[in-house]
């Protein structure tokens, strides 16, 4: 919605208020401007997923067939689905350059064996790169990419190859900054800098630390792990092929730190499934570990338990599958959205213009998409959500103090605004848990 109204001339963060990265609202708008539609958006979904899968593919034929590669690249591209059943998120459009950007590491590890430290240009060009689009999306999505960097750094330090080290960090900081600077440029232009800059990093670094979050209890952890399954799946191979396969110990390394560092932080994280997106990369790594599992005999134990975890992988990503297409709460979401029936029927009947003034407080925000309106106030979302952010809801609150919006449709109860409903406000309607006020 924010880069539909982008395109009209509405700038983000000042007239629309989010805490997404500009380069997600920037495809969106790009999107728009291509049908006139969502349809646009999914266009740009759709090449997004395609050089993501493309870059999946050639990295499971560094060990595997071309039927092969392309059967397991089925699971690939599933598990993103149910991942990213919703579809649009910050996380997603991280992953082609993540694919690749664990492609170049998989490939600069296997010229590392064989004797050779370099790092080609290229490469650090792209993980630069591809560290800029993390930035203007969601910081927190390069933290795989970030772990295997420090790895590939340390590997430099110890062989004391300065030089290469200081060239890939020189180029690492020249592809992050050819696209995070134009972004920034840009803002600077629109004299929307500040408030870009708080919505996107400042106000993310708040959330991290100080909204509220469930308590890690030995229960909790275990549901985590198994909800993102595919993460620890990969730590679990990789633990017992550093056991099994000792003249691989850096490889092994390598991928054990990347996928333990990122397990431990979608469990630390509020246990969205999106989230658990920026660990795709590893399923074509988790693929080729058990690939090359030692052969003899005195360790076929040890290959059977990974290949009963490759097939429990398997057969959880079709279940999952499953689920979301016919079952689940997500087949609900999109073939019965409540939400959305009972604000339409709280707001049946009333004229028109009522669009012209309206804000929703605490409801989906795809409503406005569907019914055509533009809120009336930039803090359309994150509202009761952010009352752990001071600084959020007291911005929140002038808004609503200070605006004159004739409509104000809550769900549940308004902790933020509670005064001003209050004071300017009475309420017209109740449906079920939404309460339809206008103005006095």
Same mark, same amino acid.
């Given at each position: 919605?924010?880069?539909?109204?982008?395109?009209?001339?509405? $700038?983000?963060?000042?007239?629309?208020?989010?805490?997404?990265?500009?380069? #997600?609202?920037?495809?969106?708008?790009?999107?728009?401007? $291509?049908?006139?539609?969502?349809?646009?958006?999914?266009?740009?979904?759709?090449?997004?997923?395609?050089?993501?899968?493309?870059?999946?593919?050639?990295?499971?034929? !560094?060990?595997?067939? !071309?039927?092969?590669?392309?059967?397991?690249?089925?699971?690939?591209?599933?598990?993103?689905?149910?991942?990213?059943?919703?579809?649009?998120?910050?996380?997603?459009?991280?992953?082609?350059?993540?694919?690749?950007?664990?492609?170049?590491?998989?490939?600069?590890?296997? !010229?590392?064996?064989?004797? /050779?430290?370099?790092?080609?240009?290229?490469?650090?060009?792209?993980?630069?790169?591809?560290?800029?689009?993390?930035?203007?999306?969601?910081?927190?999505?390069? *933290?795989?990419?970030?772990?295997?960097?420090?790895?590939?750094?340390?590997?430099?330090?110890?062989?004391?190859?300065?030089?290469?080290?200081?060239?890939?960090?020189?180029?690492?900081?020249?592809?992050?900054?050819? *696209?995070? *600077?134009?972004?920034?440029?840009?803002?600077?232009?629109?004299?929307?800098?500040?408030?870009?800059?708080?919505?996107?990093?400042?106000?993310?670094?708040?959330?991290?630390?100080?909204?509220?979050?469930?308590?890690?209890?030995?229960?909790?952890?275990?549901?985590?792990?198994?909800?993102?399954? /595919?993460?620890?799946?990969?730590?679990?191979?990789?633990?017992?092929?550093?056991?099994?396969? @000792?003249?691989?110990?850096?490889?092994?390394?390598?991928?054990?730190?990347?996928?333990?560092?990122?397990?431990?932080?979608?469990?630390?994280? %509020?246990?969205?499934?999106?989230?658990?997106?920026?660990?795709?990369?590893?399923?074509?790594?988790?693929?080729? #570990?058990?690939?090359?599992?030692? !052969?003899?005999?005195?360790? +076929?134990?040890?290959?059977?338990?990974?290949?009963?975890?490759?097939?429990?992988?398997?057969?959880?990503?079709?279940?999952?599958?499953? %689920?979301?297409?016919?079952?689940?709460?997500?087949?609900?979401?999109? =073939?019965?959205? @409540?939400?959305?029936?009972?604000? @339409?029927?709280?707001?049946?009947?009333?004229?028109?213009?009522?669009?012209?003034?309206?804000?929703?407080?605490?409801?989906?925000? /795809?409503?406005?998409?569907?019914?055509?309106?533009?809120?009336?106030?930039?803090?359309?979302? $994150?509202?009761?959500?952010?009352?752990?952010?001071?600084? #959020?809801?007291?911005?929140?609150?002038?808004?609503? +103090?200070?605006?004159?919006?004739?409509?104000?449709?809550?769900?549940?109860?308004?902790?933020?605004?509670?005064?001003?409903?209050?004071?300017?406000?009475?309420?017209?309607?109740?449906? /079920?848990?939404? =309460?339809?006020?206008?103005?006095?």
């Amino acid at each position: 919605m924010i880069g539909r109204y982008w395109g009209e001339g509405y $700038l983000p963060y000042v007239s629309l208020f989010d805490n997404k990265g500009p380069l #997600l609202l920037f495809l969106n708008r790009w999107g728009y401007a $291509l049908t006139g539609t969502r349809s646009g958006v999914c266009l740009i979904e759709a090449v997004f997923l395609s050089a993501t899968l493309l870059f999946a593919y050639r990295l499971l034929r !560094k060990a595997f067939s !071309k039927l092969v590669s392309v059967f397991l690249l089925f699971f690939v591209a599933i598990r993103f689905g149910t991942i990213n059943y919703g579809g649009n998120g910050a996380e997603e459009y991280c992953m082609p350059f993540l694919m690749a950007s664990f492609l170049f590491i998989a490939t600069w590890n296997e !010229k590392r064996k064989e004797g /050779d430290n370099a790092v080609p240009l290229s490469y650090a060009f792209f993980w630069g790169l591809t560290f800029g689009v993390c930035w203007l999306t969601r910081v927190t999505n390069a *933290i795989g990419l970030c772990v295997a960097l420090l790895f590939i750094a340390g590997a430099l330090i110890i062989r004391r190859d300065w030089r290469t080290l200081l060239r890939s960090t020189l180029l690492f900081m020249a592809g992050c900054v050819s *696209i995070v *600077i134009p972004f920034y440029l840009y803002f600077f232009a629109t004299g929307t800098f500040p408030e870009m800059f708080y919505a996107t990093i400042l106000y993310n670094i708040d959330y991290v630390f100080h909204s509220p979050n469930d308590p890690l209890t030995l229960s909790r952890i275990l549901h985590l792990c198994l909800y993102f399954r /595919d993460t620890t799946i990969a730590v679990l191979v990789t633990v017992l092929y550093l056991i099994y396969h @000792r003249n691989e110990l850096r490889t092994t390394w390598l991928w054990l730190v990347v996928s333990l560092v990122t397990l431990l932080w979608l469990i630390n994280g %509020k246990g969205y499934a999106p989230y658990g997106l920026i660990s795709m990369p590893l399923l074509p790594i988790t693929f080729i #570990l058990l690939k090359r599992f030692p !052969k003899d005999r005195q360790r +076929q134990t040890v290959k059977a338990i990974a290949n009963m975890l490759m097939v429990f992988l398997l057969l959880m990503i079709s279940v999952s599958t499953y %689920k979301i297409a016919f079952t689940g709460s997500e087949y609900g979401l999109r =073939t019965a959205n @409540r939400p959305l029936e009972e604000m @339409r029927k709280i707001t049946a009947g009333l004229p028109m213009s009522y669009k012209q003034s309206f804000i929703a407080y605490n409801c989906p925000e /795809d409503w406005y998409l569907y019914e055509h309106i533009r809120p009336y106030y930039p803090h359309f979302s $994150l509202q009761d959500f952010s009352s752990f952010s001071p600084r #959020l809801s007291a911005m929140i609150l002038q808004t609503f +103090q200070q605006g004159n919006a004739e409509w104000i449709l809550v769900r549940g109860e308004a902790q933020i605004i509670r005064p001003v409903l209050k004071e300017h406000y009475h309420a017209v309607r109740r449906y /079920d848990n939404l =309460t339809l006020y206008r103005r006095n």
